[in-house]
């Protein structure tokens, strides 16, 4: 595999501000959470989206699920 300075350099500087933390993620992440405020820069949170299932997935009703695969494919 053939060297990527840039991918190498953002190794670099993660390790350093890992390092910087002590090595704790949490710790880290909240320090960044300080600085964002700090700034007045903050990055808005997007929730996470839930998985949706319609009716018929749920109670198995769904036609496709019940059909047999072509034989080309068994």
Excluded: C, F, W
Excluded at 59 to 66: I, N, P, T, V
């Amino acid at each position: 595999m053939t060297p990527n300075p840039i991918l190498e350099e953002l190794y670099a500087i993660r390790d350093k501000l890992l390092a910087d933390a002590g090595g704790d993620v949490q710790k880290y992440l909240a320090g960044v959470r300080e600085r964002e405020a700090a700034s007045g820069r903050l990055l808005k949170s997007t929730p996470q989206r839930a998985n949706r299932r319609t009716e018929a997935a749920k109670s198995g009703g769904l036609e496709l699920e019940h059909q047999l695969s072509p034989p080309g494919d068994r």
